[in-house]
Each structure stands twice: as C-alpha cells, then as structure tokens.
C-alpha cells in the first residue's frame, strides 16, 4: 500500500468535503489503515510548488496525481482503493 498525499486550503469547501468523506471511509474496516499525508498549501508553498496543479483537494499516490478539484464520496474511495493496490 503506498500513502496518499492530500494538498488542501482550509478555507476550501471541496476540501472540507473531501474531508469528511475521508472521515466517512476510514471507519470502515478495510480503510482504517490507509496513511494520508496533508499538506495544506498556504502553509507549506515551498512543498506544494514542487507538486503539478492548480485546483485543492488535490491527492497523489507516490508521484502520480491521481485527483485534481472538486470530489465526490466515489472518487474518494476510488483513490484509497489505487492507493492499497499498490
């Protein structure tokens, strides 16, 4: 399983979504195991600059973006499920 990079704002409404889904996934079994890394942008530019993209939530696997912008509770898990196959 590879860890999840999350780039965020916390003023970011689609980040406080994304949030909350994740919260939502991981009570179940099979995610609770899942590492996630957030790095909220405002806070640590000089990270988020070595990163390609422009819209938050934004979730990488290792160095592969995996989503990029607004997202669904699907696509959440869609991204933890890529994340334990590898």
Partial sequence: MKPIKLFYQTRCPFCKKAFNYI???????????IVIETIEETEQPELADQYDYYYVPTFY???????EGGIYP??????????MEQ
């Fill in 23 to 33: 919260d939502e996934l991981k009570k179940r079994p099979e995610y609770k195991d």
């Fill in 74 to 83: 699907n696509e959440v898990e869609a991204i933890f499920k890529k994340a």
């Fill in 61 to 67: 696997i290792g160095d592969e973006k995996v989503h």
